[in-house]
């Protein structure tokens, strides 16, 4: 899920560039706008979860351990896009 959104982000951001909407010259803080993306939507969606559970009598979450892993797993996947998209953009110079 991190790794989708990470590369919606990203994708969101190009589009906008080409636009001259936004422009984000650094890769840094285009790295920190893509993972803070991530995190909130990992953070919305536990949200969702837990809202879903209070209101609806369900067991979306399974306890503390299961949010972790979740928003560990988002960001994680966050995070190998961003590495992976550097990797590939240091490869095309």
């Known amino acids: 899920?991190?790794?989708s959104i990470a590369y919606g982000t990203m994708h969101a951001l190009r589009l906008l560039e080409k636009k001259n909407t936004v422009v984000i010259k650094s890769a840094l803080v285009k790295i920190f706008v893509v993972l803070a993306t991530?995190?909130?939507a990992a953070v919305m969606?536990?949200?969702y979860e837990f809202l879903h559970d209070y209101f609806f009598r369900t067991s979306y979450q399974g306890g503390i351990r299961d949010?972790?892993?979740d928003l560990f797993m988002g960001l994680s996947g966050?995070?190998?896009f961003c590495v992976l998209a550097v990797r590939k953009r240091g490869a095309r110079k």
């Open 78 to 80: 966050g995070l190998l």
């Open 38 to 40: 991530v995190a909130l």
């Open 67 to 69: 949010i972790m892993k």
């Open 1 to 3: 899920g991190g790794f």
């Open 45 to 47: 969606w536990e949200f």
